[in-house]
Structure formats: structure tokens, C-alpha cells
């Protein structure tokens, strides 16, 4: 792919570099008189090396090498202030050179054929674009399950270079396509429904013995209740389930105290509902409803829930009292009451009726229900199927499979081989759908499905860039409204794009874009010690941090609103328990609220979300340095180097002796170290009051101070986040240069080549002087040109 | 002697005005049955017809559970006492003090015709109690049960009448808990739905307490009965705290305990009754829950040391 890519330019950069090598002039003594003491022959700081540099441009990498030099000009971050400065003469005239060569070099490559862009689907984009193409509910439907994970380039896996392709990948297509074919293929009468109710002990997984009209909970999760029926096969039938169980609250206030059961009497009562298969594993656990039960009054839960074949569903008491039943029964009964023991298993009658406990006295499914029969996906391609379908209704739905399915129109000489494929099947084992799902197969497993293909001209074809749009915005394929608006119309182009980014579709970009320019993804990797963060599990904070993150982009997004709000805005979405977290008080509901924010909460825009202060810590403690990183990496867009392979990372101080600052002061003693730390620490240390889970603190555990104070390359003063943030807001347009450029990589599924530098200058021009709008942003790299292009 | 001082002291309080004319107090009738076992009831799954006991139990609550003492005199004085035999020792019996409170006594009949006719002259204004004595054939007690039940159901209190079935057992001393397990159903048309099968614990010292509380004669604790009232478990109370945990039936030089699965006696005999009912079996060494039981129930066991 690289190599493909790569070849292209070169050809294109032998043919222009004739008229570019005049513009050697002044490159080379000012390379040679600042800086190849440091970057030349006899040392490469940050890996850079520049004495070879060809000014003609003689092959690609050469132009971005030229293109970095002019970005770190332009910053004033090199030369280092400690060595030999240009004069502003000498600079202006490098900069006016260096730029109009690149501009020179650009529009030469533009103006000869365009990359041939080619790359395949990614995890993701494979799962929507199946469950978008057959109408199929995904919840719990992966057929990607076993691929293996999807590399990253630039910090995205969606870049063609990192997508390669395997043996073993594609064995894992041939398996997926037979799952995918198996499950939306579906001819036959609609599915019998099923009706199980249970009422009291009836109920799965209750305590027996005890009063027989009532299943009954007395703590939290670990008791799951269920149907009987259901226990061993699931449901019969891929469809929508409806859930009806009746419930009260019993006791909620009792004898015990809240600290001794570990429970929390001030809350009403919560039910959830999980589902599970036994054939998928843990994997496909997951909560799917929670409900408020009334105290001392029966509460009647519907739920309309859609179950694939095989998965169950269980009840728990979601806030009942945390831990075993056991340890009530050993711990706590014998502080109230004599006649029980100490630290032993006393019976469990003596205990049961006595505490809070949550009562079911029925429960109950039915269904499967659809709203129609066929399935939509279904009769898309296989509409009316007669009594005895022959072989013409074969070709006939194949192809209008294949068209959707390529995404483009396709031709009957290109059709053939699926079709004869599946006419094969027919006619020697005689089973028409055996066949279909052999040609469903067939195609699914095609390049032309699999990967995203733009031939011919440097513009884009209609169905290309409706295809690119769509990857953009829904990491999926296009909608038929799509592929038929007239998308080469820019009003056409921009509704199609409001309307995109409406749609629900659109919350992959969110997952997928927002998940990965801020490294959300990594939140879980390293995930904080269970022991001593019991909050940060009993909670679920994870899921609400980084619920957190994807609200503020949506709300963003939504309405259009500028983008240093991810800096600074002033209100973030928090459900109770993460508030809690924050400390901050008045939301006491589960639901996801929008909340104002105060500067003592120092919380404003993304450096204040927890789910980033967790992903760039390690679990126990903070780590500056990621968090430094991660600051220069996707918020400035001047990621620094890795470090030199030769270099011990500072040990962890697990005696804790030294505060994170005097560890930190170790970066000075080494110049290597210190070249690229003087840029990364300041900003870590400054966030250093966040500890390892994003609590604000004013302190160490070991009573120090914490001390965020220090200074930038350029002289600012750095005291906490604050400073970070007005740091930032001064820099707004290297802020909206690094997002852009993130976006750009995203949409185009590729990495960023000088080429592309006019279209990003001049859209991050453009949304300066228009109020920053994350949507107009969107637009405009839409209505680009290097969009727009192979 | 304390303890007759306290009880005289709040027995006055009690035989008072407040009660006169006008006593919705329950009556109380107890059906005490000399050696009925559970398998002469067709309600407990016993091989003999018993339509009238079983009525019975359909129309209030049977317990699984309940002992009596290990011989018929001493199920007696513990019945009568409130208290197990070794704390047995000179005080008002349940009879007197029910007759203190004002209760009209309707005596203790083994004479069928005696009790009958008593319940037919027996007035609604003043509560009565009444102990009828029946001996140990299944199909007798079964005929008399019924007799008695249609005169009450001539009545006009009869909604208001407790009716409880039980046996004190024989003259041989009981050891094992299948020996000691007696029927008791209680019919409370005041206190309780229909039919119900209850696993709570019950003991013979309870019986006394019970009768207190439903004719209102309060601070039972004071009387230092060893038994709870089984009034909540009546009513359908979840409330382990109002009931029993363990329960006792206690000879001389000779006491077993039991909770809801276990059994322990002075003797050393451990069983797990649920695996086990005819004790014949150590409990497994692997059971991780027995030794947690076995330490409850002799902690029972040496409270009475």
C-alpha cells in the first residue's frame, strides 16, 4: 500500500524536480549554520538527519522532511533557545523559500495522476457496513469477533498502510461471511413465539424454602434471577423480546446500618435487567435496562429488548448491598443478634426477612415480535420469493446484493463468477437458499466488498465520494440517498453532510474519531488497582468517563460550537456517580446531565475529563510524562520524538522517597533527555493536582504538596491546569492546525502528506475568522479538494 | 421468688375494667393430643385418612417444625410453663394467669361431650379458653377435631376463636428429632389466610408466650418464658428476629437442639436432617457449612449450663 503510494509520488517528483532545483539557494547554508550540529551526520536528535536533504525534492520523504523544517520555523520552536539564532532577515528569507518550493512541489503533484487509494475495511467499518447492508441488529451480533485487531497508524486504524491483510484474516472473512449469511438469509414462515411466565419460587435462581409466592434478592448482582425455560437453549429466535417482571422494595430501611451491609438506604430501589449466551461466552454479558422499584408497592418493569437466538436474561438487584451473602451471614448478623456466630456460616433463615430486600413475584417473557416478516434486509434482495425459486431469482437477488454490497454499480461480465459460483451450488445439491447463502457468501468475501476501492480519474467518482463520506461520518456505506444525491453540487454535498451527521449512524464517528484523537481507547488498558478504587467499579466510572468525553464532542458537534471548548468550556455531562467522583454536588440521577461549571471544580474542557487524567496514568500513580505527551501530541500537534532506544526510563519510585518532581529532575541531568523533556514536563507536572483517576488533589498520599508550577520553552510561566488551558486558548490556531489535521487523516484514511498542507492552511484560516464551529470544520474539509481527490 | 410479684403486679393491671363487657380478646382453644404422630395425618403425608385435621390445616397454618418435649409429662409442664424442663419451677401456669386476665375457663376435658357442651353455652361478651385432651388414635382425634370445629362454627365468635392442634407425645423418652417432630396446626380465622405451610420453628415453650399475646397480656419476657410468641409467624411475619432459631426438647440429663437443618445433642450426635432425617449419618467432613452450624447450636446447648 505505502510502497504503491509511494512509487506514484516518486515518479511525479523526478518529473518536476528540474524546475524546483533553483530553489536551493539558501537552504543549504542555513541548514549548515543551524542546524546540523545537531541534525547532520554526526548526530540525529529526535531521529531527524538533514545533511543528505536533496533541496530538489528528489523523493518524497525529502518534501515532508522540508515540510517539518518550515513547521518548526514557523513555531519558533527550533533552532533551541540556547543555540545560535537566526536573524529575522535570514528567517523571513527561508520561510518565503522553503514555502514556495513545498507550493511548487504541491501543485506539480497535483496536477499529475493522484494516489491510487485502496485500502480495506476495518474492524469496525466492516461490522456497520454488514449490519447496514441486511438490516441486522449488531447489539449482539459480531461476526468480527475473531479478527485479529486493526493496526494504527498516526493514531488511527482506519489508515490504509496499517490495514494489511493476512492468511489468517482471511480465513477469519470466510467465516464471518458464513455467519453474516446464515443469520440474515432467513426465508420460511415467521418464528413461533414463545410465553414462559414464573411466579415466586418458580423464578430461577431464588432461595427455596423460604415464603413461596416471592423470588428475592438481598444483595447486589450476585443473585441473578431468571427463567427456568430459557436456562439451557436461550431463545428460539433472533427478534424483539418483550420482559415483564413485577417487584417491590422491601424493607429498604431495616435494623442494619448502611455501613454494615454496605449499602445505601437513601436510594431507591434499582432492578436491572442483563442478558448472556452461553455458546458466546463472557463476552456478550451486558446490562440492558435498569428500573426504579417502589417501596412496599408493586412495580410492574416492561422492557422491549431485541435477543439474538440462545441469549437469556437475568434480573438483579443493581443497588442492593455490596458483596457476598456470605459475608452478611459471617459478619454482620452477629453484631445483631446473639444467638448468631462468629466469624462462621450461620443459617441463612436467620437472616432472610430481616434486611432490605428486593421481591419479584413474577417474571415473565414473550415474543419473538417483528415489525414485519420477511426481515427488511431480507426481502431487500430476496423480495416475494416464489414456491420453487429457480435460478433466475438467484441472479436476479444476487446482483442487487452485489450492487450494495460493491457499493458502486456493477457490471453482469463482473457478476459472473458469483453467479455461476451459486448456480453451481444449486444445481448439484438442489437446495435453492443452501445456494443463496453460498452466493451471499461469495460476495461477502470479495475485495470488491472488503475493500474500499477509487479507480480511475484524480477526481473523485460520485459513489467514491459518497463512499468516502460515509466511512467519514458513519464508518459504514452509503445509504441509497447518498448514492444517489448529486453530490459534485456544493449545497447538495453540504445537506447531505448535515443530514449524515443527524443521523444516529453518525455516533461512529463520535466512538471512532473522538475515541482516537484523544486516546479514549487506551482507558481500560491500564485499568486502577480494584482494591483500593472500589468506587471506580461499583460505578462503572469508566463507561460515565468516557461517556463524559463523547458528550462534550457530541454537544459540540451538534450544535456547531466552537472548538476550544474542548479546552475551555465551561460546563461538562456528568451522571451522578461521576459527579460524585469530581465532587461536585447537585445531580443526583443516573441519567447524563449537562452541569456548570465553577473555576474552583478546575474541570473546564477536556484536561479536566477523567477519562483522559486515568488513560494517561498507569493505574496507581500519574504519569507526567504521558500526560505531557499526550497534550503535545493531540491537542498542539507537535508529538515529540520517542525516546532514544539507549535510554533506562526513570524508575517507578515505589518507596515513594521523592515527589514526582524530583523524579522528574532527573530529565535535566541528561541533555538527550532533556531536549525533548523540557516541552513534555512542565505540561505533565502542571496537571499533577488530577490524580491517577482524575481526583482533584492538593496533595500527595505522603502529605507533600503538590507543586504544578514551571515554565514552557518560550518563557511562559505553567501553574496547573488553568494556565494549560489560557496556554492553549493563545495558540488557538496550532489547536485547530493539529485537529484538523486529525480529522484530515480520519477522512481520508491515510497519512497526511505535504501535499495536503494548502487545503489544511486555509481551512484552518477559514474557521478562525468563523467562530471555530466543529461542524463548518467538518464541512470544509468535505468541500476540499484533497478530500474530493484520489 | 421474684418473679410471682411481677406477674401479680401486672396481672392486676390487667384483670380490669377495660376488658369487662366488652372483650374482643380471642377465645382459645387447644387440642392436645397424647402421642398423635405425623403419620397419622394425611396433611403431613401420613398413610391414614384424617379429613378433619386436614380441614383444619387448610383453614389456618401447619407447621413443619414443631417440638414437643421428649415424654408427655414434661411436654406438659413445659406447655404449661413457658419454660423448658430444667428451668421448670413454682409459678402461675398458663391456665391461671389466662384466668387472671379474665378469661372464662372452659376447663380441661378429656370428655368430649364436656367440651361440646361447653362451646355451646359459651357467651361472645367474655372470652373463654378451653383445653380438650384426646387420646392417640389417628382416627379418634381426627372424629373429635371435627366435632369440635362444627361447634364452634356454630357460633357466632367463631371468627374469633383460636383453634391449635398438637401432641404431647407418649411416656418413652424421645432422642431424635423424627420422635419429637410433632404435628401443630393453628387455626386463627383473625390472624391468618387460608392453608398455609409454615418452616418456622416451634417449640412447646412457645405455646404459652403465644397464648399471652393474643389475650393481651403484655411483658411476656417478664414471666423469663424460654419460648417466643408464634403470633408473627401466624400473621405471615418475614421477620426472623420475631421468631425462633433454634428449638430445644430437653430430659434430665438429656437436651438436643435443632435450627432449620441441623441437629445437635448433649450426647455428641450431629445430623444433618435435611440429607439425613432418620439420623443415621456423620456429616460429611467436607460440608463447609456444618461446623459453623454445629458451633451455633452448641452455643445453644451451654446456655443452659
Known amino acids: 500500500m505505502r510502497a504503491k503510494e509511494i512509487i506514484a509520488v516518486i515518479g511525479l517528483f523526478v518529473t518536476v524536480a528540474a524546475s524546483t532545483s533553483r530553489a536551493d539557494g539558501a537552504l543549504k547554508p542555513f541548514l549548515e549554520n543551524y542546524c546540523l550540529q545537531c541534525h547532520g551526520a554526526e548526530k540525529q536528535k529526535g531521529d531527524r538527519r538533514f545533511d543528505l536533504l536533496g533541496a530538489d525534492l528528489k523523493n518524497h520523504d525529502d518534501a515532508e522532511s522540508l515540510q517539518e523544517i518550515l513547521d518548526q520555523l514557523n513555531l519558533g520552536e527550533m533552532p533551541p533557545e540556547e543555540e545560535k539564532q537566526p536573524s529575522a532577515e535570514e528567517l523571513k528569507t527561508i520561510v518565503a523559500e522553503l514555502t514556495g518550493t513545498l507550493q511548487r512541489a504541491r501543485t506539480a503533484a497535483r496536477e499529475n495522476s493522484g494516489r491510487a487509494v485502496l485500502r480495506r475495511l476495518n474492524r469496525a467499518e466492516y461490522r456497520n457496513t454488514i449490519r447496514d447492508l441486511f438490516a441486522l441488529n449488531m447489539v449482539d451480533f459480531d461476526p468480527t469477533i475473531g479478527f485479529p485487531p486493526d493496526d494504527s497508524v498516526e493514531g488511527f486504524d482506519n489508515v490504509g498502510e496499517g490495514l494489511v491483510t493476512s492468511d489468517y484474516l482471511l480465513q477469519n472473512y470466510l467465516e464471518a461471511a458464513r455467519k453474516v449469511a446464515d443469520k440474515a438469509i432467513r426465508p420460511g414462515p415467521r418464528p413461533e413465539k414463545i410465553h414462559f411466565i414464573a411466579k415466586g419460587e418458580e423464578i430461577g435462581g431464588t432461595m427455596r424454602g423460604f415464603r413461596s409466592e416471592v423470588a428475592r434478592m438481598t444483595i447486589k448482582l450476585r443473585q441473578p434471577l431468571n427463567l427456568s425455560q430459557l436456562r439451557k437453549r436461550g431463545v428460539p429466535a433472533d427478534g424483539e423480546y418483550v420482559i415483564r417482571a413485577k417487584a417491590i422494595a422491601h424493607q429498604r430501611k431495616s435494623r442494619y446500618k448502611d455501613e454494615d451491609l454496605r449499602f445505601n438506604s437513601d436510594e431507591p430501589m434499582r432492578l436491572s435487567i442483563s442478558i448472556d449466551s452461553r455458546e458466546l461466552g463472557a463476552t456478550a454479558h451486558r446490562t440492558i435496562g435498569e428500573f426504579e422499584i417502589r417501596d412496599d408497592e408493586i412495580t410492574t418493569i416492561e422492557h422491549r429488548v431485541w435477543l439474538d437466538r440462545g441469549f437469556n436474561f437475568n434480573l438483579h438487584w443493581a443497588n442492593g448491598p455490596n458483596g457476598s451473602f456470605k459475608r452478611i451471614m459471617r459478619k454482620v448478623l452477629p453484631k445483631y443478634t446473639e444467638d448468631a456466630i462468629y466469624p462462621l456460616r450461620n443459617p441463612p433463615e436467620m437472616y432472610i426477612g430481616s434486611g432490605p430486600e428486593l421481591h419479584v413475584y413474577e417474571l415473565e417473557i414473550e415474543g419473538p415480535f417483528y415489525d414485519e416478516w420477511p426481515p427488511a434486509g431480507f426481502a431487500r434482495y430476496f423480495p416475494d420469493p416464489p414456491k420453487k425459486p429457480d435460478s433466475d431469482y438467484l441472479d436476479g437477488s444476487l446482483s442487487r446484493l452485489a450492487a450494495r454490497a460493491f457499493r458502486r454499480p456493477v457490471s453482469s461480465a463482473e457478476l459472473q463468477p458469483y453467479l455461476a459460483l451459486a448456480n453451481r451450488h444449486f444445481e448439484k445439491h438442489k437446495d435453492f437458499w443452501a445456494a443463496a447463502k453460498y452466493g451471499v457468501r461469495a460476495i461477502l468475501t470479495s475485495p470488491n466488498f472488503i475493500y474500499l476501492a477509487e479507480r480511475g480519474s484524480k477526481k473523485l467518482a460520485r459513489n467514491e465520494l459518497a463512499t468516502r463520506l460515509s466511512y467519514f461520518l458513519w464508518s459504514s456505506m452509503p445509504d441509497g440517498e447518498l448514492l444517489a444525491a448529486s453530490l459534485e453540487e456544493p449545497d447538495v454535498l453540504r445537506n447531505q453532510v448535515g443530514r449524515m451527521l443527524q443521523d444516529p449512524r453518525s455516533s461512529a464517528f463520535v466512538e471512532n474519531f473522538a475515541g482516537q484523537w484523544l486516546g479514549l481507547r487506551k482507558l481500560g488498558e491500564m485499568p486502577p488497582d480494584p482494591e483500593k478504587n472500589r468506587g471506580y467499579y461499583a460505578d462503572d466510572l469508566e463507561s460515565a468517563m468516557r461517556e463524559e468525553t463523547h458528550r462534550l464532542f457530541r454537544h459540540i458537534l451538534d450544535g456547531n460550537r466552537s472548538i476550544l471548548e474542548f479546552i475551555n468550556a465551561d460546563y461538562t455531562f456528568l451522571n451522578a456517580a461521576l459527579a460524585r467522583h469530581y465532587d461536585i454536588p447537585g445531580v443526583g440521577s443516573d441519567e447524563f446531565q449537562r452541569v456548570a461549571l465553577k473555576a474552583d471544580h478546575h474541570r473546564g474542557g477536556l484536561l479536566g475529563h477523567g477519562s483522559i487524567l486515568t488513560a494517561t496514568s498507569n493505574g496507581i500513580e500519574t504519569q507526567p510524562v504521558m500526560r505531557g505527551v499526550w497534550i503535545l501530541e493531540n491537542l498542539l500537534g507537535t508529538p515529540p520524538p520517542p525516546p532514544p532506544p539507549d535510554i533506562e526510563p526513570i524508575e517507578p519510585d515505589t518507596r515513594g522517597l521523592n515527589t514526582m518532581r524530583e523524579l522528574m529532575e532527573k530529565h535535566r541531568d541528561n541533555p538527550t533527555c532533556f531536549e525533548c523533556h523540557r516541552r513534555i514536563d512542565p505540561l505533565g507536572l502542571a496537571m499533577e493536582n488530577f490524580d491517577h483517576v482524575g481526583v482533584w488533589r492538593e496533595r500527595y498520599a505522603k502529605k507533600s504538596l503538590i507543586d504544578p508550577s514551571g515554565e514552557m520553552v518560550d518563557g511562559t510561566p505553567i501553574d496547573g491546569p488553568d494556565s494549560i488551558r489560557n496556554y492553549l486558548l493563545k495558540r488557538t490556531n496550532q489547536f485547530t492546525h493539529c485537529l484538523s489535521e486529525k480529522l484530515f487523516i480520519y477522512a481520508l484514511g491515510r497519512r497526511i502528506s505535504f501535499t495536503d498542507r494548502e487545503d489544511i492552511d486555509r481551512i484552518v484560516l477559514e474557521v478562525s475568522e468563523q467562530g471555530f464551529g466543529l461542524q463548518e470544520l467538518i464541512q470544509k474539509i468535505v468541500a476540499s479538494e484533497t478530500f474530493q481527490s484520489k | ?305
Open chain 2, 1 to 305: 421468688m421474684r418473679i410471682p410479684l411481677i406477674i401479680f403486679i401486672f396481672l392486676a393491671s390487667f384483670h380490669s375494667p377495660a376488658f369487662a363487657g366488652d372483650d374482643e380478646r380471642p377465645n382459645l382453644v387447644l387440642i392436645l393430643a397424647r402421642d398423635l404422630t405425623r403419620g397419622h395425618l394425611e396433611c403431613y403425608g401420613g398413610k391414614h385418612s384424617s379429613p378433619n385435621i386436614d380441614r383444619l390445616a387448610k383453614e389456618g397454618v401447619r407447621y413443619e417444625t414443631a417440638w414437643r418435649m421428649p415424654d408427655e409429662n414434661l411436654s406438659k409442664k413445659t406447655l404449661f410453663s413457658g419454660r423448658y424442663p430444667s428451668h421448670h419451677e413454682k409459678a402461675p401456669t398458663l391456665s391461671v394467669l389466662l384466668e387472671q386476665s379474665g378469661y372464662q375457663s372452659g376447663g380441661m376435658n378429656t370428655d368430649l361431650e364436656k367440651s361440646l357442651s361447653f362451646l355451646a353455652q359459651a357467651q361472645g361478651t367474655q372470652p373463654f379458653f378451653m383445653i380438650h385432651f384426646v387420646g392417640s388414635e389417628g382416627a379418634k382425634v381426627d372424629h373429635q377435631v371435627g366435632k369440635l370445629r362444627s361447634a364452634i362454627e356454630k357460633n357466632e365468635f367463631k371468627a374469633n376463636t383460636l383453634v391449635m392442634l398438637t401432641s404431647e407425645g407418649g411416656s418413652g423418652k424421645a432422642k431424635t428429632d423424627f420422635e419429637v417432630r410433632v404435628p401443630l396446626i393453628v387455626r386463627a380465622p383473625f390472624l391468618v389466610g387460608q392453608g398455609r405451610v409454615s418452616k418456622d420453628l416451634v417449640d412447646f415453650t412457645d405455646i404459652l408466650p403465644t397464648f399471652l399475646s393474643l389475650a393481651k397480656i403484655a411483658k411476656v419476657d417478664a414471666l423469663k418464658s424460654d419460648g417466643k410468641s408464634i403470633v408473627p409467624s401466624l400473621t405471615g411475619s418475614d421477620d426472623p428476629f420475631e421468631k425462633r432459631n433454634w428449638i430445644c426438647s430437653e430430659s434430665e440429663g438429656f437436651r438436643m437442639v435443632r435450627d432449620w437443618q441441623h441437629i445437635l445433642d448433649t450426647e455428641g450426635n450431629f445430623h444433618d436432617l435435611r440429607s439425613d432425617p432418620r439420623q443415621a449419618k456423620e456429616v460429611s467432613p467436607l460440608d463447609k457449612q456444618a461446623p459453623g452450624r454445629r458451633t451455633r447450636l452448641q452455643m445453644m446447648l451451654d446456655r443452659f449450663l
